[in-house]
């Protein structure tokens, strides 16, 4: 009781600071308009148009608008894993890996090569959750790949029932606490301030949204938990 105390107030504290504070990338156009990327192609223009000043800060703005102001108690990767369906379309994920290579004689875009999408997600991550790291950054995207096949089946959706493997004593101590949060296996409370997919379009905003995409809730990332890797990193 405490511990989820102590956890609200400091993120409490931390979001009125950062309220107060003024985001690099505060300003955006409202005729921007940013569709999550379907193809390799798309994330090969994504990292290309990210070299551009103004570009880059039209998404981030974008983006912001998106995850607020308020983090979550898990580093940041509930954020994380409701963001991440803003940036690309859950079916191009199944083409991609964190390295490009994969346990069959295909090839997969390695998504380690896209420094400017990487940094832009990372800065966006880090300015509601100052404790969300590198490390973290890349075990998020090496499991976004690895379980894109059953992300793209759920379509966001809330399962209706969590199967979830035993684990024992030996795993529960190699168990990693962040990704544990992220999955609802914590006893600290999680609530990212993030709005839901099909209700993520601000008033202002011009970013375009599938209305009938329904927001990927934690009970999905519960359900992840379960699966046998199917890919490589």
Known sequence: MLAKTAAKIEMQIDTAIRQKMCDPYSE??????????????????????????????????????????????CNGLNIAYGLIDHFFDRKLMLFCSWTGESRGDSVKYPMRKC?????????????????????????FFKRITRNSKKRSESKGKRQSTIHRRAKTKKENKGSNSDFDCALGLSSVSATPNLLPVDQDKPETSGVHVDENEDYETNSEHEEENSLEDSDDD
Request: glycine share 4%; aromatic share 10%; with cysteine.
């Open 115 to 139: 420094v400017n999408i990487l940094d832009i997600f990372f800065k966006l991550i880090r300015s509601v959750n100052s404790t969300f790291s590198r490390t973290l950054l890349e075990d």
């Open 28 to 73: 955006a156009s409202s005729s921007f308009q940013f569709c999550p990327v379907t193809t390799t192609d798309g994330i090969d223009a994504l990292e290309e148009n990210l070299n551009n000043e103004s570009f880059a800060k039209q998404l981030f703005a974008q983006m912001k608008r998106i995850i607020g102001h308020t983090g979550d108690a």
